[in-house]
């Protein structure tokens, strides 16, 4: 059941951004001795009663291209946050190399990692971590005035930001003065303000409520839609990683389990790790109405001589109320019923089945997530039909099929 | 077998006074400008002038009724004849603050900077902490004679243990995301300590400060036995004479100077608004709470 969707990053030949190899975090006082008892294959808790040290971040490997959203999923204690930071180094790596636009960032000098940090990687926290003596304007401002850049440049840089995440007016406020959604909107602008082209985003959206965090994960998508830029997300929620993440990176117990759209990891979850996230996910968020689309209904290819009279005959023969009428290019056409048709032939139009169309039919576009449709297949009388860009029809739902799936991971 | 410590002791500050005369002729020099100008313009402002200081800060960081009770007491201070004398004290007492403040807050944040640091000047601070305080006394007058001048260093030595004590601790309970922030925007370390480490450890620094002042005070009354001067000579005098009456008064005054800069202090260190404050402070735009929509 594969299918292309406009978010795979891996069919149009994006550059790598970020790239991770082989990469290990060690906590504690004797990081070579772990590494080797790691490396001969002692699990991590033989690993800490021998050395004390854990083990963070376990050989973990993989590349984040330009331009997309890449999200880092994880239980606590998998190590997320972690390799997170290990990407601008706020936690330094045992071993392992960390490339940004092939400039190794474990190993680069303290001079050129603060000018790095302060150019191109921008980080945005879970709780925030808004400066509490300083106004809104101030707090956005922040990494330009360490920067260096002038009193007037930076204030108008992080006004804009401020604009561009809908926060206009708060500029003096104090961040205890404003709700946890608005604190995140001036932490982002912070991030923003000094244009780097990657983001970390630890957690960013999650001490926020329900409501609020969905307004500003759309938030970020229309951000990266308007001016794109590599977002690495930390986040727990598989929800959220499904709405926002062109790929997602599972990890568990330190290391990488499985990189993928969330259409590869949700079809095919590399192990009962990785199942266990969308146990309780919401399937119609994943789902998209092409998966579901049955070819289980009758379908006549219009065309001249074909009567209604030999459709209503075959809709007997297969015992189905409706049919789906196509074109010789397999194009949508419309949708008949047995009385439609009846009706149109005891009016002596007998050889039109486009008088037969059934008037509240509307066909549903593949790319549409089932959670969209939902309503509109419960509210139908038949089957929807489902069709692709190119009106060719591709099946259609019925209500049985999408409680069918519903249920499936249930 | 008995250990002489106090032979030791003694030939040290021989040794000292032997061999570094010039360079404690130059600290004696320092601190004498420092708390010489202090008391200069304390003493060359009127009366009326000063009480208006003390009424208006009082005002202005904690509020009225706190304003009036300052201003009462303070005037009864000066209609006790002791109005100079707690100027005295009081420029004594800014004096030490300020040097103990200038080594204090430097050595706070190399403790909270360094473990080994805070691990070597810890037990130094709970020497200097606990040692009874007329014992600075000795070495203070040998060094630098008597006078003002002895009588700040004796007091900042007794009063420095909370300003840094209290430094390190506030830069070290800052909130390690704050600290992640700075970093991950690119502060050098200078950048983190002034735009993150202090602005943040301020509540607990001004509560070292605070406690700096309120040793001093007690220490300056002490160190009026090596002629430092102000009320201690009051309290002195009362000793001597045993003259209850005028050893009252001297309590009452320091008690007073106490309560003020107490309260005082304090305010800097939390953000509590008095009624009156908004009259000094630049008003805060509160626009109506609204959840902003794309």
Request: with cysteine.
């Amino acid at each position: 059941m594969a299918f292309a969707t406009e978010s795979d990053p891996t069919a149009n030949n994006r550059p790598v951004k970020i790239s991770i190899k082989n990469v290990f975090k060690v906590f504690g006082e004797r990081p070579e001795q772990a590494l080797r008892l790691l490396s001969a294959g002692k699990t991590k808790a033989e690993i800490h009663a021998a050395t004390g040290c854990t083990i963070g971040v376990n050989n973990a490997s993989f590349d984040v291209l330009a331009g997309e959203i890449f999200v880092i999923m994880g239980l606590s204690g998998s190590g997320k946050s972690t390799m997170l930071r290990l990407i601008n180094r706020l936690i330094e790596p045992t071993t392992g190399s960390i490339e940004i636009e092939r400039r190794d960032v474990a190993r680069m000098p303290r001079s050129e990692l603060i000018e790095l940090r302060r150019h191109d990687i921008s980080m945005v926290f879970q709780s925030f971590a808004l400066l509490p003596n300083r106004t809104v304007i101030d707090n956005a401002a922040f990494g330009l005035e360490v920067a260096g850049i002038s009193e007037t440049e930076r204030k108008q840089r992080a006004r804009a930001a401020l604009q561009a995440v809908g926060l206009d007016g708060y500029d003096d406020s104090r961040p205890d003065q404003l709700s946890g959604g608005m604190k995140q909107r001036v932490g982002l602008a912070r991030a923003l303000a000094g244009e780097a082209s990657v983001l970390l985003m630890d957690e960013a959206f999650s001490a926020l409520d329900p409501l609020i965090r969905t307004e500003m994960q759309d938030e970020l998508v229309r951000l990266q839609a308007e001016h794109s830029r590599t977002i690495v997300f930390v986040s727990h929620d598989l929800d959220e990683a499904i709405r926002i993440g062109d790929r997602i990176c599972i990890m568990q117990n330190g290391e990488v389990v499985q990189v993928g759209t969330p259409d590869e990891i949700v079809l095919k979850p590399a192990n009962d790790y990785v199942r266990s996230f969308f146990r309780n996910v919401d399937v119609s968020r994943v789902f998209r109405a092409g998966d579901v689309a049955r070819k289980t209904q009758v379908t006549i290819i219009e065309r001249q001589g074909v009567s209604a009279a030999a459709a209503l005959e075959r809709m007997e023969h297969f015992n189905r109320d409706v049919a789906i009428i196509l074109g010789r290019d397999k194009t949508y056409h419309g949708m008949v019923s047995r009385t439609s048709l009846i009706e149109t032939a005891r009016d002596g139009a007998g050889h039109s089945y486009r008088r037969a169309f059934l008037p509240d039919i509307e066909p549903i576009p593949a790319s549409e997530s089932l959670s969209t449709v939902l309503g509109t297949v419960a509210a139908s009388t038949f089957p929807v039909p489902v069709i692709d860009e190119a009106n060719r029809y591709l099946g259609s739902i019925s209500k049985s099929a999408l409680l069918e799936t519903l249920d499936r991971t249930a | 077998m008995t250990f002489d410590i106090g032979d030791g002791v003694d030939s040290a500050v021989n040794y000292v006074l032997d061999n570094f005369a010039p360079l404690l002729d130059l600290i004696a020099a320092a601190i004498g400008a420092v708390t010489n100008s202090i008391q200069a313009l304390l003493l060359a402002m009127p009366m009326s002038v000063g009480l208006a200081i003390f009424v208006l800060l009082s005002l202005w960081r904690v509020g009225f009724g706190f304003a009036a009770l300052a201003g009462l007491s303070l005037f009864l201070v000066d209609h006790m004849g002791l109005w100079s004398a707690m100027m005295e004290t009081l420029s004594l007492v800014l004096a030490s603050t300020l040097v103990a403040i200038l080594i204090g807050l430097p050595l706070g944040i190399a403790m909270a900077r360094s473990d080994r640091v805070a691990a070597i000047v810890r037990p130094v601070l709970d020497l200097m902490q606990t040692m009874p305080a007329f014992v600075y006394l000795i070495p203070a007058a040998m060094f630098f004679g008597l006078g003002a001048v002895p009588g700040t260093i004796a007091t900042v030595i007794f009063s420095m243990p909370p300003v840094v004590r209290l430094t390190n601790l506030g830069i070290r309970q800052v909130h390690v995301e704050f600290i992640e922030a700075g970093n991950a925007f690119g502060c050098t370390a200078l950048q983190l300590l002034c735009k993150v480490q202090l602005p943040n450890a301020m509540p607990s620094l001004m509560a070292g400060i605070n406690q700096t002042i309120m040793l001093s005070l007690s220490m300056v009354v002490i160190a009026s036995m090596i002629g430092a001067g102000g009320i201690g000579n009051t309290v002195l005098t009362g000793i001597q004479r045993l003259d209850v009456g005028t050893g009252f008064e001297g309590g009452l005054a320091v008690v007073i100077l106490a309560v003020v800069l107490d309260r005082l202090t304090q305010s800097f260190g939390k953000e509590r608004a008095s009624p009156w404050r908004s009259l000094f402070r630049r008003q805060v735009y509160q626009p109506e709470v609204s959840t902003a929509t794309a």
